[in-house]
């Protein structure tokens, strides 16, 4: 494993261990250039008012916005049911593919990101893995029943 990547690994775990209130500010320098606490952060990169969790409305009107909607439950369980559009990435795997999640957002560390799982738990951890990684609009939806009736979908 690269120092970077071990680093970075560092970081979420420091996170998740410091919760997702904490990371926003914990991290706040996290993914600019320098990165060190020196380094002024744009003000368009400083969250001061996260997204809300558990806001099936939010997160509605967020995916019909062009928002990533991120599945982080097990590859059998996305299988099983997902929301139609969701990618996959579980959420024990997401410190180590975040370069997928740059790619799906096309780099943008702005636009809006819906996680979900089961429950909410490995959503939460997830939001904080994004948090920390830089990315500013990230919501946890909660878990797969807390989307609109119906609105899942059973994979063909």
Not at 52 to 79: I, M, N, T, W
Not at 89 to 94: G, K, N, S, T, V
Not at 104 to 115: A, E, F, S
Not at 148 to 153: I, M
């Amino acid at each position: 494993m690269s120092p970077s990547r071990m680093a970075m690994r560092l970081i979420v775990i420091a996170g998740v261990l410091f919760g997702a209130a904490g990371a926003g500010v914990w991290f706040a320098g996290c993914g600019e250039r320098g990165g060190g606490a020196d380094v002024p952060v744009p003000a368009a990169r400083l969250v001061t008012q996260p997204l809300p969790d558990f806001d099936p409305e939010l997160a509605r009107k967020l995916v019909a916005d062009g928002a990533l909607l991120l599945d982080v439950r097990s590859q059998d369980e996305y299988a099983e049911r997902h929301l139609e559009g969701a990618k996959l990435i579980p959420a024990e795997d997401l410190a180590d593919r975040l370069e997928e999640v740059t790619a799906l957002t096309g780099g943008n560390l702005d636009r809006p990101i819906v996680v979900y799982c089961r429950s909410g738990r490995r959503a939460a951890a997830a939001k904080v893995t994004l948090l920390a990684a830089g990315y500013s609009a990230v919501t946890n939806l909660g878990g797969l029943q807390d989307w609109e009736s119906g609105a899942a979908v059973p994979s063909p």
